[in-house]
Each structure stands twice: as structure tokens, then as C-alpha cells.
């Protein structure tokens, strides 16, 4: 406090003196204030805080998402930096991006032509959300889209794919033609006006029937607590508590937990998650630690597997998990945090290194200003003390979907790619796509952008 009240100072000092005398504070307070109080909520909270660059006076006057930029620690996390503090505007305050905002509910990702054929831009859908406009269009998962109404897609426009009026959407397809794949029409699609769908976080829950064995199967694109996603809802808690209870019923014999999309949420929702996968005997002991800065009281809070999950808790010793570049804090958080009760070799990653990222963040605001400030606050250490997983979790089984020439089937389709491998090693032992990437990608597609990545919150949520 004592540096944001210098500064101020200095500042006012400054104002008054061209002012001829004219006391303008509050004028000029209008135009800093916003910035000061990040600095010092900065000060007091940001796990780098006496990191913080030196800033110039003239830095006040950024706006408050370009002058946080200028207090965030370069070399963080091994180098990496920060690229996770932000701030958001209390207009967009839900943290489920689609729950609120107009869309046509879809997620895809612009890549040039993995043909390497043309200079067109592409997108392809990863996957369709229930009761949208793109699922009662029949949009699938795998779809090739090349424009929207009469605009061919490219880096400039792709928004068009997002939200926007009813349109048509062009697909296309690829084939094997005589020497080498080509391109073909598919059809043009009509697509009803984009408007909010929920994103239920819970897409696939289903049990397979492989060679004599049970596995459970669950789809899990979010750590979100409810329809509006505000911290203290508990609709998917419950509704949780009720798929595990049918899974349990099942008695499987593995489970896959798939993360693919899961870009990460609420610490909460990760402990509740966990505590349904773990050995029964961990509940009740630390799920993971956070540890703040060294001027935060308390230093360290943990948080416990939850033991009133008993009654629907699989009590596995073992996990496969499926992951992709997608995978970030809350999904990762999971996996490592389960380690120390199952042991490395029980927790099999199959898919992408993920993100890596092993901090938390906490929002903070007043009633004064019109946005949240998110910034990193603590590491996410797991019972053994460990987050040491920052430039992402490496698979033991890497496989990747992304540039498959061949369809992307449909999640859940036991011959989907990544599901396909994993069941099959699960009973067999052996992955038959695991040892052929060249025949599973194709090396000229260059991704240019994934709607995934307008889901701000890529990381874990502190209440």
C-alpha cells in the first residue's frame, strides 16, 4: 500500500501543477484508478509479487488488460512466463463461455489444407453440443467446413463460425482417389441463428463390453458447477453423484476418463471428480495443497478427497486417462494428484502432452470497477508435494487425432480413434495405432486458431 500511495502521489502532484492550481483529483483518478487497484491487489496476491516489472507512470493510463500485461512475471514456471492472469469484464462474468453467449454450438479448429492441395483454409468440427443449432442442423464431428453462406473460411472471418444469423455452412470431405487423398462436396447445410446452449459438462457416460471386461467410459469437457457456472451451484455435483452411482452399479472393471477437451474450471468440481476415481482408502486424506506467496496467511490451504462420496466412489487402483494439447490445469491437477494414491504407473495418460499448467487462480473485484481480475495466486501441489508439470504431462501412450485424414468418428464410437486404442489396450495389452503415426497425420495441415481457446478460463478456479 504504502508504493501505490507514493505513486499516487507523484501522479496527483504532477496533475495539479499543469492544472494551474485547480484541484482535478477525482478527474484523474478516473482515468488511473483502475489500473492502481490492480497494481496493488497484485502486490498483495500474485504468487510472482516481488517479481512485478518496474512501471513507468505513463502506464497508468493502459487499459486494465494491456497494464496487467506489464505486471506479470516473464520468467515464471521454469520461463514460460505467465500467460495465465487476466482480466475479465463482469458483462461476461459467467465462466462457461457458451452458457451466455450467442452461438451456433459447435467447437472446431482452422487449419490450412492437410492436403497440402490448395491455399483454402479449413474447419474442422471437433465436436457438437446437445440442443444447438449445429446439432439440429445434423453437424457432426469429423465435418469439414470451407464456407460460411457465400464466404469462402479464412483467418479473417472465421467468427462467422461462432455466432451470426441463420446461414448455410459448406461441407466437404476427404477421399482416396487414384494416386493420392482428394477433396469432394459433400452438401451445403442450413444452420439456425446462433443463441446460449448450456454446456453440460457430462457428454458421454456409457460402459463397453470388450472381451469379458467392463469399462467405463466418461467424456468429461469441463469443471463447471452448474448451468451459469458461478462458483456455488451444485447442479453438476449432483448430477455427477448420479452417473457415478450408475457406473458403480455396473461394477467396471477400468475406466477411461477422456479430458481431451477439457481446458480445465473449479478446484471444487477437480476434487469432487477425484474423489469418485480414487482408492477408497484416500478419501478423507489431502486431494492437493495450495501454496501462495510468501506474504499470504494462511501460506498453504489443502483440500481433501471428499469421504461423504463413498457411497458412489469406484475405489480404482487404476485410471486411463485420454488427453490432448487441450488438457490444461483442473484436468491436469486430476492426474497428478491422483498419482501418490494409485502410483505413477496406474495413472495411463493416452493421447497429447497437455498444457502444464500447475498454478491457480482466485478473482478478485469491487464495486467501483467493471471487471474481475483473475490473476495466479498458488501452485497446485499434490500429497507427495509435487507439480512438477509445467511444460505439460507427457503421455506414456502418445497418439493424436489431429490431421487424421481418415473421419473423425463420433465420441464414444468404440472405433474412434483414441477410445478404439485405448480399449484395446486395456485388453489386449497393445495399442494398434500407437506404433503407425504416419499413417494416423498427415504433416502439412497448419493450425491456425481452435475455438477452444475463446474459453478464457484455461486453468483451475479459486472460489
Given at each position: 500500500m504504502k508504493y501505490l500511495l507514493h505513486t499516487f502521489y507523484l501522479l496527483t502532484t504532477l496533475f495539479f501543477i499543469t492544472s494551474c492550481g485547480v484541484d482535478r483529483s477525482g478527474e484523474y483518478y478516473?482515468?488511473?484508478?483502475?489500473?492502481?487497484?490492480?497494481?496493488?491487489?497484485?502486490?498483495?496476491?500474485?504468487?510472482?509479487?516481488?517479481?512485478?516489472?518496474?512501471?513507468?507512470?505513463?502506464?497508468?493510463?493502459?487499459?486494465?488488460?494491456?497494464?496487467?500485461?506489464?505486471?506479470?512475471?516473464?520468467?515464471?514456471?521454469?520461463?514460460?512466463?505467465d500467460p495465465f492472469s487476466y482480466v475479465e469484464m463482469k458483462a461476461n462474468v459467467s465462466r462457461s463461455f457458451l452458457n451466455q453467449t450467442s452461438t451456433y454450438g459447435f467447437d472446431f479448429e482452422l487449419v490450412t489444407d492437410p492436403l497440402g492441395t490448395t491455399s483454402h483454409t479449413y474447419a474442422r468440427v471437433l465436436f457438437v453440443l446437445p440442443d444447438s443449432p449445429a446439432s439440429e442442423a445434423g453437424l457432426q464431428r469429423g465435418d469439414w467446413i470451407s464456407a460460411v453462406g457465400d464466404a469462402q473460411i479464412n483467418v479473417n472471418n472465421y467468427?462467422?463460425?461462432?455466432?451470426?444469423?441463420?446461414?448455410?455452412?459448406?461441407?466437404?470431405?476427404?477421399?482416396?482417389?487414384?494416386?493420392?487423398?482428394?477433396?469432394?462436396?459433400?452438401?451445403?447445410?442450413?444452420?439456425?441463428?446462433?443463441?446460449?446452449?448450456?454446456?453440460?459438462?457430462?457428454?458421454?457416460?456409457?460402459?463397453?463390453?470388450?472381451?469379458g471386461k467392463k469399462i467405463a467410459y466418461m467424456v468429461y469437457n469441463k469443471f463447471s458447477t452448474g448451468p451459469l457456472d458461478n462458483g456455488y451451484e451444485t447442479d453438476y455435483a449432483q448430477q455427477m453423484l448420479q452417473i457415478f452411482s450408475?457406473?458403480?452399479?455396473?461394477?467396471?472393471?477400468?475406466?477411461?476418463?477422456?479430458?481431451?477437451?477439457?481446458?480445465?474450471?473449479?478446484?471444487?468440481?477437480?476434487?469432487?471428480?477425484a474423489?469418485?476415481?480414487?482408492?477408497?482408502?484416500?478419501?478423507?486424506?489431502?486431494?492437493?495443497?495450495?501454496?501462495?506467496?510468501?506474504?499470504t496467511t494462511p501460506q498453504d490451504t489443502t483440500y481433501n478427497f471428499i469421504s461423504t462420496t463413498s457411497a458412489q466412489n469406484l475405489n480404482l487402483n487404476k485410471l486411463y486417462v485420454i488427453t490432448s494439447t487441450f488438457t490444461a490445469s483442473a484436468s491436469e491437477a486430476v492426474i497428478n494428484c491422483l498419482r501418490p494414491y494409485m502410483g505413477d504407473d496406474n495413472v495411463v495418460v493416452i493421447g497429447e502432452t497437455t498444457v502444464g499448467k500447475p498454478v491457480a487462480m482466485s478473482g478478485y473485484?469491487?464495486?467501483?470497477?467493471?471487471?474481475?481480475?483473475?490473476?495466479?495466486?498458488?501452485?497446485?501441489?499434490?500429497?507427495?508435494?509435487?507439480?512438477?508439470?509445467?511444460?505439460?504431462?507427457?503421455?506414456?501412450?502418445?497418439?493424436?487425432?489431429?490431421?487424421?485424414?481418415?473421419?473423425?468418428?463420433p465420441l464414444g464410437d468404440e472405433n474412434e480413434l483414441m477410445l478404439k486404442n485405448t480399449l484395446s489396450l486395456i485388453t489386449t495389452g497393445t495399442m494398434p495405432d500407437a506404433e503407425k503415426p504416419e499413417e494416423t497425420e498427415t504433416q502439412s495441415a497448419k493450425v491456425l486458431y481452435n475455438s477452444l481457446s475463446r474459453k478464457k478460463i484455461n486453468g483451475v478456479l479459486l472460489r
Open positions: 478516473a482515468l488511473v484508478g483502475d489500473d492502481m487497484w490492480i497494481e496493488e491487489v497484485m502486490k498483495q496476491h500474485y504468487l510472482w509479487y516481488d517479481q512485478i516489472p518496474e512501471i513507468s507512470e505513463k502506464d497508468y493510463f493502459a487499459e486494465p488488460e494491456e497494464f496487467l500485461q506489464k505486471l506479470l512475471y516473464t520468467k515464471a514456471l521454469d520461463g514460460k512466463g467468427g462467422y463460425l461462432i455466432s451470426g444469423d441463420a446461414t448455410t455452412l459448406t461441407r466437404k470431405s476427404i477421399i482416396a482417389g487414384e494416386d493420392d487423398y482428394i477433396w469432394t462436396d459433400v452438401d451445403v447445410l442450413s444452420i439456425g441463428a446462433s443463441r446460449p446452449v448450456e454446456i453440460n459438462p457430462f457428454y458421454i457416460n456409457k460402459v463397453f463390453n470388450v472381451n450408475e457406473f458403480k452399479s455396473e461394477a467396471p472393471d477400468a475406466f477411461i476418463l477422456d479430458l481431451r477437451y477439457n481446458p480445465g474450471g473449479y478446484l471444487t468440481c477437480a476434487q469432487e471428480l474423489s469418485l476415481l480414487a482408492p477408497e482408502s484416500a478419501l478423507g486424506k489431502p486431494f492437493c495443497t495450495m501454496q501462495y506467496n510468501d506474504i473485484t469491487n464495486n467501483e470497477i467493471d471487471f474481475i481480475l483473475w490473476p495466479v495466486v498458488a501452485y497446485v501441489l499434490n500429497a507427495d508435494g509435487k507439480a512438477d508439470y509445467v511444460n505439460g504431462i507427457t503421455p506414456d501412450y502418445k497418439l493424436n487425432e489431429r490431421g487424421l485424414i481418415s473421419p473423425l468418428l
